[in-house]
């Protein structure tokens, strides 16, 4: 029961720029939190970054904050996630995240989840 679908995933080099999307044709982002999660080898669920139900509200991780902006478009019902100056260590498995009432998105709480979408940064 596909929810949430990812795409903009790819292999890159270091210093580049990628951006992710996030879609639903079933849930409206109006109401919900949305965010990114990421997974690399290994590891566990680390949360990236996440935008309000009410649009304007953002938060990041602070490794990514100042290289890396969330943003919405109501008329798409899209998340984008602008990923710049990419380095090795953001190479993982990006999840799109949705959450009813939890800010900012924890991984225990969240709703609903995307398939994930690889991004992987070459040196």
């Known amino acids: 029961q596909v929810k949430l679908v990812e795409s903009g995933g790819g292999l890159v080099q270091a210093g580049d720029s990628l951006t992710l999307s996030c879609a639903s044709s079933?849930?409206?982002?109006?109401?919900?939190?949305v965010g990114w999660f990421r997974q690399a080898p290994g590891k566990g669920h680390e949360f990236v970054a996440a935008v309000h139900r009410n649009g304007l509200t953002t938060t990041y991780e602070d490794s990514v904050r100042g290289r890396f902006t969330i943003s919405r478009n109501n008329a798409e019902n899209t998340v984008y996630l602008q990923m710049g100056s990419l380095k090795p260590e953001d190479t993982a498995i990006y999840y799109c995240a949705a959450e009813v009432d939890i800010w900012p998105p924890v991984v225990a709480g969240v709703d609903y989840w995307g398939k994930g979408t690889l991004v992987t940064v070459s040196s």
């Open positions: 079933e849930l409206s982002f109006r109401d919900l939190s």
